[in-house]
């Protein structure tokens, strides 16, 4: 390998620029190379290396051991660490090398006089010993035969932009051969719309007290998501201990369950009706799981279980069911005005419609309604929404 002044200067003029990334790269290059064995890195078929920030220190990287995207033997892991993974194939060692945070406040130990911060840290990079510089861990990586540098595969043809896909790039979604960015976009839009069926159905409770108009609401958002694409189940929390009158005494199905069947389906030409029993003991994840063929379920009731909520109040001022529930996402009421959460009138379904998809439907880039800071909301994709 070159003398660390020579590769600096080569770095340099690759990166068409010298800074304290530079040396940093340079530093972390040679240590990283050392630390698995290989002495003269460029046009060594046996290192990869895997850079986790798109800085100048990744020049600098690419320069001393000759890796590059091009070759696939770089690879970039976009997890913005100032961090180097070096592995050597031929005998599967790997060494991550981390740029310590806090070396910058041991510059001045470093430097005699510089009155330039910038100057003051390139010459400090020079000199600081290296445990001040970074942290090494050896760490084990599996390297696929697909990520091998001189991987041939298959090419295939996405089935809905047309485009080449090389290296195994290629997703099946439902039976379809397609690119990373129609798979996304496919399941963006709940995969429904290419035949894919959803996994799991999002889950939104609709709470509040009696009266209060909950039903109403589930009512004009059904047919709003609905027209955006989405397949609404809905779930209805009933108190009454009478059983229901569509499965009345002395009806087929009726007598099936006397008979002792746990659950009995009933099919006419238009629809599909299932009574079963345990409905004291069943939980809202087994109702829910019932639904498999839809988006989203709306939930009418359950105000206590741990899930994304909307409440429905009569007016903005009345006492809250759900107050200081961290599920709680919006209020739907007269007089509506957000405080801790966004309120909605309650015939403001279309702003309410696009609230939901962002936050329970996880719609990616969505504009819209922005969370309380103040107001502890954990982001949907922590929440057990189904
Ligand atoms: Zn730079
Ligand atoms: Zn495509």
């Known amino acids: 390998m070159l003398s660390f002044d020579e590769l600096l200067k080569e770095a340099s003029a690759i990166h068409r620029h010298h800074c304290a990334g530079q040396i940093l790269g340079v530093r972390m290059a040679m240590l990283g190379c050392r630390e698995v064995g290989i002495d003269e890195p460029r046009g060594c078929k046996k290192l990869i290396v895997y850079a986790e920030i798109d800085r100048c220190a990744t020049d600098a990287v690419q320069a001393v051991t000759g890796c590059s995207l091009g070759k696939r033997s770089l690879k970039f892991l976009d997890y913005g660490k100032m961090a180097v993974t070096f592995l050597n194939t031929e005998i599967g060692q790997a060494v991550r090398v981390l740029a310590k945070d806090d070396a910058r406040n041991l510059v001045p130990l470093y430097v005699q006089n510089s009155d330039n911060p910038r100057d003051a840290q390139k010459q400090a990079y020079r000199v600081m010993p290296e445990d001040a510089l970074f942290s090494v861990k050896p760490v084990a990586i599996e390297?696929?035969?697909?990520?091998?540098?001189?991987?041939?595969?298959?090419?295939?043809?996405?089935?809905?932009?047309?485009?080449?896909?090389n290296f195994d790039r290629d997703v099946d979604l439902g039976g379809r051969t397609l690119c990373i960015p129609c798979s996304e976009e496919a399941l963006r839009s709940n995969g429904h719309a290419n035949g894919v069926k959803a996994t799991n159905p999002k889950v939104l409770?609709?709470?509040?007290?009696?009266?209060?108009?909950?039903?109403t609401l589930i009512e004009k958002l059904i047919p709003?998501?609905?027209?955006?694409?989405?397949?609404?189940?809905?779930?209805?929390?009933?108190?009454?201990?009478?059983?229901?009158?569509?499965?009345?005494?002395g009806t087929d199905t009726w007598r099936h369950r006397q008979a002792g069947a746990l659950s009995v389906s009933l099919a006419t030409p238009?629809?599909?009706?299932?009574?079963?029993?345990?409905?004291?003991?069943i939980t809202l994840d087994q109702l829910v799981s019932g639904l498999a063929e839809t988006d989203i379920v709306l939930v009418e009731g359950f105000h206590e279980e741990a899930r994304a909520k909307i409440e429905v109040l009569s007016d903005c001022n009345d006492e809250s069911l759900c107050k200081m529930d961290r599920h709680l996402l919006a209020i739907v009421a007269r007089n509506a005005r957000s405080s801790a959460v966004p309120a909605f009138e309650p015939s403001s379904i279309k702003p309410l419609a696009d609230l939901i998809e962002r936050e329970v439907l996880g719609k990616p880039g969505f504009p819209g309604v922005t969370k309380n800071s103040n107001f502890d909301i954990p982001s949907v994709s922590q929440l057990p929404v189904g």
């Open 205 to 215: 409770l609709i709470v509040g007290y009696k009266k209060v108009g909950k039903t």
């Open 143 to 165: 390297v696929s035969a697909q990520e091998m540098p001189g991987y041939r595969g298959k090419r295939v043809q996405c089935a809905e932009c047309g485009e080449g896909i």
């Open 224 to 249: 709003e998501l609905s027209r955006r694409g989405y397949r609404v189940g809905t779930v209805k929390h009933h108190h009454s201990d009478f059983p229901v009158a569509v499965d009345a005494m």
């Open 270 to 281: 238009t629809d599909i009706a299932t009574f079963r029993d345990g409905a004291s003991s």
